[in-house]
Structures are given as structure tokens and as C-alpha cells.
């Protein structure tokens, strides 16, 4: 496994377990298809989002030391920036005795969601560029 793949599953994991922090599995009954009632336990996933954020700050610090900020591109350190950002300042709210006003806390959450969604487009249109770009020997049968 390449550290590419590896950054694309702990963002995987970091997707699942962050749309679990809001119950919308349950909500849903996701959680209620066989093998995917752990999504519904919040505690859990909790965890494993704070283990995923851990394993990505782990990645992006390996990787700025290796390659440097420029083999990230400007775009995707400003994403991830902010969904650290936001994401620190999310766990510092959770601390005890810790509590931001009700509409830092709400800018906070759609910071958060914004910054992960931007993420996510801009993986998931590089994907379909690369593959109008690269022709794949399939498409030229016809």
C-alpha cells in the first residue's frame, strides 16, 4: 500500500464516521442493514474519527517533510488546513468546561462540513478529469 492509499482510506473513514457523528444512519436505518448497526453507536464512532484525524495528520506531516507543501498542491492544503482548523477547534469544544457560544459553535459544525464536502467534490472531480483526460483502451473499441 502506497501512502496515497492510504490517505484515501482514513478520508473514507474520516467521511463515514464524520456523517455518523450526525445520527443520520440511524435516522435512516442504515444502521438497521446486518453489519452496519456499529454506525448508530456515536461513541464509536467518535473514536474512530478522532483515530482517522490522527492517522491523517500523521500522512499530511510525513508527507510535508518528505515532498514538501507544494507536492500537495495549494488547494488541497488550504482545504485541509481548514478542515484541521475546525476540526481542532471542534475538539477543543468538546473538552469539559469548554463551552463556545451557540452560533460560534453552529459556524464551527458548517465550517467543518463545508471544508469535507469541498474535499470531497475536488476528489471526486480530479477522478473524472483524470479519466476524460487518460482514454482507457476499452472506450476505443466500439
Not at 467518535?46 to 507536492?71: I, K, M, N, T
Not at 476528489?123 to 473499441?141: E, G, M, Q
Amino acid at each position: 500500500m502506497n501512502g496515497f492509499s492510504l490517505y484515501r482510506i482514513v478520508m473514507a473513514v474520516l467521511a463515514v464516521s464524520g456523517m455518523a457523528q450526525m445520527p443520520v444512519f440511524k435516522r435512516y436505518h442504515i444502521a438497521d442493514v446486518p453489519g452496519l448497526a456499529w454506525t448508530a453507536d456515536s461513541f464509536l464512532t467518535f473514536r474512530l474519527h478522532y483515530a482517522a484525524a490522527a492517522a491523517l495528520l500523521f500522512w499530511l506531516g510525513h508527507r510535508l517533510v518528505r515532498r514538501g507543501a507544494a507536492s500537495l498542491g495549494a488547494a488541497r492544503v488550504a482545504l485541509l488546513g481548514m478542515l484541521f482548523a475546525t476540526g481542532a477547534a471542534r475538539v477543543i469544544e468538546n473538552l469539559p468546561r469548554v463551552a463556545f457560544p451557540p452560533m460560534a459553535g453552529r459556524f464551527l459544525d458548517w465550517t467543518h462540513l463545508g471544508a469535507a464536502m469541498a474535499i470531497g467534490i475536488w476528489a471526486l472531480t480530479s477522478v473524472v478529469r483524470k479519466n476524460v483526460k487518460t482514454p482507457s483502451p476499452d472506450r476505443d473499441i466500439v
